[in-house]
């Protein structure tokens, strides 16, 4: 037997890719599709760029029995359509950039074996979502950022289709908010969060921001600090460890975020900032819209007192959970 013929034995009789499972990152969506599975959930703004990743099952270990190693997929051949082309291809890191609405396709051959199309959606962003979030927990959505004059806040920016549904995108776009601190032409990276400064005067503006050719608008108005009326301590559901507490502002049209708000704490408990490293308080001034309290033992009772600028104030009467 020659060497061409042995060759071509070993290749039949070596490992075959039999599925193929995807990870697709945009931003912060990230979306995993099993093996075999055809179809992302997930869908992309047009104008935007994801990253699919491609791992490959195969029909057996490679390698000797005591010294598995991986198998190679190589050569890997990429292609779109339907609005979805590849950008570079490296290894089985695909990038995807959506140039149009509907349904594209991403068609993936490796060893000679042309595995299923993955479905990939595309859509027109509409419009933006605004998220006040602390290091981990997002708060609901916002219609428009109503913020208090000269208040602080960190915001993601989430682009939406026209039923309001996220859509999953990536980059760092061209955005522009003089009301808020940002000069046109700044970029805002969508994976990222962002502290926002209520500059300007009470009124309404827009924060604005360029996803390809699609210009997106948030309405955005800054609110006189002494228009708030209430103020609400909203307790996060917790099983153990620090209690968060959501610090929420209101006036006569809504919510209001943004504004500085001093905290006591009184009972067997310290106060904390949420993602920072600073030492347990019994006050705190702060213009995060949450905060965590740290039980002094289990069932420990304590009283937690706020109060704004202007001279509104809160209560929460808390009960730490027994073990």
């Known amino acids: 037997m020659n060497s061409a013929a042995v060759l071509l034995l070993l290749t039949a009789l070596g490992p075959k890719p039999r599925a193929i499972s995807y990870s697709l990152v945009a931003g912060r969506c990230y ?12 869908t992309l703004a047009v ?68 595995f299923p199309p993955l479905a990939v959606r595309a859509a027109v962003p509409a419009g933006l979502v605004a998220r006040v979030s602390s290091s981990v927990i997002a708060f609901p959505e916002l219609r428009s950022l109503r913020i208090a004059e000269g208040g602080r806040t960190a915001l993601w920016l989430y682009p939406v289709d026209g039923g309001r549904r996220p859509l999953c995108a990536g980059g760092r776009l061209l955005t522009s908010a003089p009301a808020l601190g940002i000069a046109g032409g700044s970029a805002w990276d969508l994976s990222a969060q962002h502290e926002v400064h209520a500059v300007g005067a009470p009124g309404w503006s827009f924060l604005e921001l360029s996803l390809g050719e699609h210009r997106l608008s948030l309405p955005v108005e ?3 600090a002494g228009a708030i009326q209430r103020l609400v301590l909203e307790p996060q559901r917790t099983e153990s460890g620090p209690i968060r507490i959501a610090v929420r502002a209101y006036d006569d049209a ?7 708000v001093r905290l006591w704490l009184h009972g067997d408990g310290s106060l904390l900032r949420i993602g920072s490293f600073d030492q347990p308080l019994r006050e705190l001034e702060t213009t995060d819209a949450e905060i965590a309290i740290d039980p002094a033992h289990p069932g420990a009772t304590m009283i937690l007192s706020a109060q704004l600028p202007n001279g509104v104030t809160g209560r929460l009467d808390l009960e730490a959970p027994a073990r």
Do not use: M, Y
Not at 254 to 260: A, R, Y
């Open 254 to 260: 809504g919510e209001v975020i943004g504004s500085s």
């Open 31 to 42: 979306e995993h599709v099993a093996p075999g599975a055809t179809e992302a959930r997930s």
């Open 47 to 114: 104008g935007t760029t994801a990253r699919l990743s491609a791992l490959f099952r195969f029909s057996r270990l490679c390698g000797g029995h005591r010294n598995p190693i991986p198998c190679p997929a190589t050569p890997l051949q990429v292609h779109a359509a339907g609005g979805l082309t590849v950008a570079s291809v490296r290894g089985t890191d695909i990038q995807v950039e959506a140039h149009g609405p509907g349904r594209g396709a991403i068609v993936v051959r490796a060893r000679k074996k042309q």
């Open 222 to 224: 800054i609110v006189p």
